[in-house]
């Protein structure tokens, strides 16, 4: 867990389910991991990162159900937007918006290494951590 300066409230990272190289029965442990953790009474949201260099994959899919299902808000942070042109990044935006079924103000487009979205992101978790 970090907590965050801002807070109070802590963000808990949990492990990726993505390109992770696990047995089937880690992935199972994950999943019930997940599925604990957002029936937590006191889970103000999901900040949920994904590469906006890729389609969905089908665990993409798993954990939008997921989440969907858990009725918590969700954020998602669209990651390395410095390693596809602008006009790539919009189209892609849009992309993972509509396949994922996630509102315009759900997204934040950033990038680590040229700080592209993360003041936006910061907005975003504190609001969504106010929510709470």
């Given at each position: 867990?970090?907590?965050v300066?801002?807070?109070?409230?802590?963000?808990?990272?949990?492990?990726?389910?993505?390109?992770?190289?696990?047995?089937?029965?880690?992935?199972?442990?994950?999943?019930?991991?997940?599925?604990?953790?957002?029936?937590?009474?006191?889970?103000?949201?999901?900040v949920?990162?994904?590469?906006?260099?890729?389609?969905?994959?089908?665990?993409?899919?798993?954990?939008?159900?997921?989440?969907?299902?858990?009725?918590?808000?969700?954020?998602?942070?669209?990651?390395?937007?410095?390693?596809?042109?602008?006009?790539?990044?919009?189209?892609?935006?849009?992309?993972?918006?509509?396949?994922?079924?996630?509102?315009?103000?759900?997204?934040?487009?950033?990038?680590?290494?040229?700080?592209?979205?993360?003041?936006?992101?910061?907005?975003?978790?504190?609001?969504?951590?106010?929510?709470?």
């Open positions: 867990m970090y907590e300066p801002r807070g109070p409230f802590y963000l808990l990272d949990l492990p990726g389910y993505g390109y992770a190289r696990a047995s089937k029965s880690e992935r199972a442990a994950f999943a019930h991991l997940v599925r604990h953790v957002l029936h937590r009474q006191r889970l103000a949201g999901v949920w990162l994904l590469d906006v260099r890729h389609e969905p994959a089908a665990n993409d899919r798993a954990m939008q159900d997921l989440l969907a299902a858990s009725g918590v808000g969700v954020l998602a942070a669209v990651t390395k937007g410095d390693k596809v042109s602008r006009r790539l990044r919009v189209g892609r935006e849009r992309a993972l918006r509509a396949s994922l079924a996630l509102d315009a103000d759900q997204v934040v487009l950033t990038s680590a290494r040229t700080g592209l979205g993360i003041p936006e992101l910061r907005e975003a978790i504190a609001a969504l951590a106010a929510q709470a």
